[in-house]
């Protein structure tokens, strides 16, 4: 079984500020990481993910994920904010012994971004 | 071409009429996927096709029936809908390898779908 926890219903900063939207997984093997952003009234965009490799992953957008195994984490940062960064932010994860196409969704963070 | 598309935008339809939503995708991917979304939630998986096979059905009721007539389109027929089916329907694709997917899923933009 898989599944994820996004524990902040909202996130809110000011622009220039740096951003932290918090995600946590748990899976039985090792885990496909992904983070996905919807702006209202859109469908979902692909961030970043991560698979393997280098812990810190670089995505669009200026957006950053660290993938901690040990705390089972994979937070999404971004240095400094923008207004156009509000939005509402999913983390997903799939365990990668599964042939599943079964994507787990984190209830979603809303993120605010005030000028 | 990293996009893809869904028809109609915006759907209102009666209980008793028959519609369809269409994706079409030109990346290759061979996974293709339906999620129902409601407002401020995470999309919940509907059906996945493979290879244009349908793999998965989330236990989704017979009012909706997925089609996949190849490689690059999806349909999804809507037949007797209930209001509580209003929703916005994602449609999306992955690359498939050796029977399983990799990678991340592209999504496309939606039909948001209103039932009266």
């Known amino acids: 079984a898989q599944s994820v926890a996004q524990p902040e219903d909202q996130v809110n900063v000011a622009e220039g500020n740096p951003l932290t939207v918090k995600c946590t997984y748990s899976v039985s093997g090792n885990p496909y990481l992904f983070w996905y952003v919807q702006y209202p009234n859109r469908g979902l965009q692909f961030l970043l993910k991560?698979?393997?490799?280098?812990?810190l992953v670089k995505g669009s957008y200026g957006f950053e994920a660290e993938f901690n195994k040990s705390q089972t984490s994979f937070h999404l940062k971004k240095p400094s904010a923008l207004v156009s960064d509000s939005a509402l932010y999913f983390c997903a994860v799939r365990d990668i012994g599964d042939n599943d196409y079964k994507l787990s969704f984190g209830a979603g963070t809303t993120v605010t971004v005030r000028a | 071409d990293t996009e893809v598309t869904q028809t109609p935008k915006h759907l209102v339809m009666g209980m008793t009429n028959k519609k369809s939503l269409k994706c079409e995708q030109h990346m290759g991917h061979r996974a293709m996927y339906w999620y129902k979304q409601k407002a401020k939630k995470p999309p919940e998986l509907m059906f996945v096709?493979?290879?244009?096979?349908?793999?998965i059905n989330e236990s989704v009721p017979s009012r909706f029936s997925p089609e996949c007539p190849n490689s690059s389109l999806l349909n999804l027929h809507l037949h007797a809908l209930q209001p509580e089916d209003s929703a916005l329907y994602l449609c999306a694709s992955s690359q498939d390898e050796a029977g399983g997917p990799s990678g991340e899923q592209f999504f496309g933009p939606g039909t948001r779908l209103t039932v009266l």
């Open positions: 096709y493979s290879y244009e096979k349908l793999s």
């Open positions: 991560y698979i393997t490799g280098d812990n």
